[in-house]
């Protein structure tokens, strides 16, 4: 059964006025990352009917994590790393470690860049550093995928259900506090994990394939 995401919509527009971002400067974001990277491989492959696990930023020292095909959120990657896992496929809209990304992508991991209104610049930076496998845009856009989630723990995992994962498993996602892989700092990240936990709870509602481990 496919995943659609009908659903999601509505929320991308309550995002939007809440945080007041520019639906224009998305379409600027998606047509320049559609010029800028190429992306090559087939994604789909490597989730279909497998069993997903996606790393979160708020990873502890103490937590292990499990079988299965290894997504990192972002700044996850680095906590895979610290733990010698190159993980499958890193999700990122460039605002983790960058240099560990690079180095992983060239040691094997898929990388999935999403683009946005706020990343331009990263977008131009890293356009020659990165091989994307896939690339995502908050709207439907020509060259470029779109599976709706706003942050990139909860934007992994619509993708992971999208493409027809068997299940998803996750790990550090902590919506109350900023975990210590994250990328993001500002005052807003408090908002954006809120919404993070609801997407992840509406997506585990129509599906029944979502488990979070380890939460407290």
């Known amino acids: 059964m496919s995943f659609a995401i009908d659903w999601w919509w509505p929320l991308q527009e309550e995002i939007n006025t809440e945080f007041g971002f520019s639906r224009s400067r998305e379409e600027v974001s998606s047509r320049l990352i559609s010029r800028l990277y190429q992306p090559k491989g087939n994604l789909s492959k490597i989730i279909l ?58 040691k094997g991991s898929k990388i999935i860049v999403h683009a946005h209104g706020d990343n331009l610049s990263r977008l131009f930076e890293y356009s020659n550093e990165i091989q994307a496998i896939s690339l995502t845009t908050t709207y ?26 068997k299940s ?37 509602e129509r599906t029944g394939k979502v488990k979070i481990l380890n939460r407290q």
């Not at 020509?142 to 493409?163: A, I, V």
Request: charged share 20%; glycine share 12%.
């Open 168 to 204: 998803v498993n996750l790990i550090g996602f902590d919506f109350d506090k900023i975990g210590p892989y994250s990328g993001d700092y500002s005052p807003r990240k408090i908002q954006k994990l809120s919404w993070a936990n609801k997407i992840v709870n509406e997506c585990n």
């Open 140 to 165: 439907p856009h020509s060259g470029t995928n779109c599976w709706g989630g706003f942050t990139d723990g909860d934007r992994s995992l619509m993708m992971s259900l999208g493409l027809g994962a």
């Open 49 to 106: 009917n497998n069993k997903v696990t996606i790393v979160g930023a708020g990873i502890s020292e103490k937590e292990t994590i499990p079988g299965g095909i290894k997504i990192a959120a972002d700044g996850a990657v680095s906590a895979c790393l610290e733990r010698n896992i190159i993980p499958d496929i890193i999700v990122t809209d460039l605002d983790g470690n960058l240099p560990e990304m690079v180095w992983a992508n060239k």
